[in-house]
């Protein structure tokens, strides 16, 4: 059991019973799920930097995700690539589970805590849907230590990562705003002087994705005054049609940026800027290298550093100093979230452009530009 397995939740009655688990959630009848080498795995097999980490790990990891699963090339995968660095720099190794119903959480929460075989050191559960979850697992084996992101679940065997989203979205907005407002042209996308709209794109309504709004807004306030900002919550995170439709509606309605906090939803939303000419912008990871079909269109990306919050909860267990009923919150001055160019489209984006954001960000670290948390 120290060789990866993807599993994707098939429901309850699909997986091995809890009772007597042993292994984590490997049971026969699941499914192996694919994902594109960029994110390792893809064969279902472990890929390791040395033979030592599969014949003895440092430590067990077992990995939940959120729905929408790997491959969507922004929240999940983001969280992988901090476990990746983890197995080939700390020597460990992980089993990952891929719900797709908010009820698995703790189904495979539980089945990596009832493990013998390995006993895991550590579970990471990644999104605030699981923080319910969490709160029940934690409870129940007070042993055990678990991490959480984007939710904060106070018990002594559980830390707790957050990021500052409002702050990297505030320069989204900021790059947007001052975009739409003159005539711009690039690759894929254009935009026209006289817009007086973007847009935002969210994926479940939530006091945590309203963070990615309300920062956003501020910053396209920040930017102009007359400039609104449309706003479609699609209510789920793997809703790529829902995305599609959502901003297609904003773009006919005069918005040519679209930014999304969505998940795999967002890809429909590129999918949208494409077929309409227009620009949007990207979450999590820098999107026009995960999504490089669209990256004629992606003026750039809010990153939230989830790969560094897992990894640094995975080396605390291996370090035995691993910080339970503790909770931090990244920010820009952190380097927990960064607003990052396209990968196509930065060197099109124009100087005075980029140095307002450079200037905005630097004011905010320094606490002169004071970012809302949730939408005004």
Request: proline fraction near 3%; glycine fraction near 14%; charge should be negative.
């Amino acid at each position: 059991m120290d060789r990866r397995s993807f599993v994707k939740a098939t429901g309850v009655a699909g997986i091995a019973g809890l009772a007597g688990c042993s292994g984590g959630p490997s049971g026969g009848s699941a499914e192996s799920t694919e994902t594109t080498s960029q994110y390792g795995g893809g064969d279902g097999t472990e890929t390791t930097a040395a033979e030592t980490t599969a014949s003895s790990p440092t430590a067990h990891i077992g990995m939940v995700y959120a729905t929408g699963g790997l491959g969507d090339g922004s929240f999940n995968d983001q969280a992988q690539q901090g476990a990746l660095q983890a197995e080939e720099e700390l020597g460990v190794s992980f089993n990952e589970a891929q719900p797709e119903q908010v009820s698995e959480f703790s189904t495979f929460q539980q089945q990596f805590a009832q493990s013998t075989d390995p006993v895991y050191d550590l579970i990471c559960c990644i999104g605030f849907l699981q923080a319910d979850a969490v709160t029940q697992t934690a409870g129940s084996y007070p042993d055990q230590n678990l991490m959480i992101v984007d939710s904060v679940v106070d018990a002594p065997n559980v830390a707790s990562y957050t990021f500052k989203e409002h702050e990297g979205s505030y320069l989204a907005g900021l790059m947007a705003s001052m975009l739409t407002t003159r005539d711009y042209s690039a690759a894929g996308g254009s935009t026209a002087g006289d817009s007086t709209s973007v847009g935002f794109v969210g994926g479940v309504e939530s006091d945590l994705i309203k963070k990615f709004q309300a920062g956003y807004e501020a910053g396209v306030k920040a930017g102009d005054e007359d400039v609104e900002v449309l706003v479609n919550y699609v209510g789920g995170f793997n809703d790529v049609a829902g995305g599609r439709e959502a901003a297609t509606a904003m773009y006919n309605s005069g918005a040519d940026i679209v930014y999304h906090a969505s998940g795999n939803t967002g890809t429909g939303v590129f999918q949208a800027a494409q077929e309409q000419g227009k620009f949007a912008i990207g979450v999590d990871r820098d999107q026009s290298i995960t999504k490089p079909s669209y990256s004629d269109v992606i003026l750039g990306s809010m990153v939230k550093r989830v790969d560094t919050a897992v990894y640094n909860s995975i080396e605390s267990v291996v370090n035995d100093n691993f910080p339970g009923g503790t909770a931090v919150s990244l920010g820009l001055k952190d380097e927990g979230v960064a607003l990052v160019y396209g990968d196509q489209l930065g060197s099109e984006i124009p100087q005075d452009v980029k140095d307002e954001i450079a200037t905005a960000r630097d004011s905010i670290i320094a606490g002169d530009i004071s970012v809302p948390s949730s939408p005004q």
